[in-house]
């Protein structure tokens, strides 16, 4: 038997799909810190009304990983799950600011020139 020619359809595509679809799209870490673990918030997300479009008429939630459950066993065993462990960690991390984030992206005032209001003026002439 010979050699198969390889199949030169698929384009690398498949992953670029799977990165971009939001058909499972979970709120990020920095929404559940700052809203969702609020206490009043929590409660509010805890205790929903029925709602029919939602999977387990919205009784079963799980607030750290912002996620309907069919069934009350599905979220508890959720709870035991490595999945929901290791987002818990997650979230007891502090949030990146803005500034933080413009650092990291080259925007921070480091290695440059200080303002000019942050300069003491000199008193020799």
Avoid at 24 to 34: F, S, V
Avoid at 73 to 98: D, G, M, N, Q
Wanted: aromatic share 4%; with cysteine; proline share 4%.
């Amino acid at each position: 038997m010979g050699r198969l020619r390889r199949s030169r359809t698929h384009h690398a595509q498949r992953d670029v799909h799977r990165a971009s679809r939001t058909r499972a799209r979970t709120r990020d870490l920095d929404q559940i810190q700052l809203i969702d673990l609020d206490p009043k918030n929590r409660a509010a997300l805890e205790a929903q009304a029925l709602d029919f479009e939602k999977p387990g008429l919205a009784q079963h939630y799980c607030v750290e990983c912002a996620k309907y459950y069919e069934t009350d066993v599905a979220l508890r065993s959720h709870w035991r799950s490595k999945v929901h462990k290791r987002r818990c960690k997650e979230l007891k991390e502090p949030a990146y600011t803005i500034e933080e984030a413009e650092r990291a992206a080259g925007l921070g005032r480091e290695g440059k020139r200080p303002l000019s209001s942050e300069v003491p003026m000199s008193t020799t002439v």
